[in-house]
């Protein structure tokens, strides 16, 4: 059974940084495309960062140079750096994994994480 499970999320001023992870278990890591999402109440759940098997990685524009995706193949675990945080990236974030990579950008992975929040006060 595969499995996500998220962690690193919390309450954080404004210019602040968080680091959140992502172990994943029960699959080869390392042929997936694997990403982070966010959501907010009453809103699609959209795509924040998302690498790939060759470590090819893309951004949404709101956070371009300031969060950072990576993967830690042996430990089946990706990373989200996030600095410079704003009231706005203020989220549940999710972890998402997926064997094509295009699924996992088109927000349709094979599988879901239960969600980190981060929340960033002004």
């Known amino acids: 059974q595969v499995q996500l499970v998220e962690s690193g999320g919390g309450s954080v001023q404004s210019g602040g940084s968080l680091r959140l992870s992502c172990a994943a278990s029960?699959?080869?890591?390392?042929?997936?495309?694997l990403g982070w999402f966010r959501q907010v109440p009453g809103k699609e759940r959209v795509g924040v960062a998302i690498i790939d098997k060759y470590g090819n990685t893309t951004y949404a524009d709101s956070v371009k140079g300031r969060f950072t995706i990576s993967r830690d193949s042996s430990a089946n675990t990706i990373y989200l750096q996030m600095h410079d945080l704003k009231p706005d990236d203020t989220a549940m974030y999710y972890c998402?994994?997926?064997?094509?990579?295009?699924?996992?950008?088109?927000?349709?992975?094979?599988?879901w994480g239960q969600g980190t929040q981060v929340t960033v006060s002004s």
């Open positions: 998402a994994a997926g064997l094509y990579f295009q699924s996992v950008i088109n927000g349709n992975p094979d599988d």
């Open positions: 029960g699959y080869t890591n390392t042929l997936y495309s």
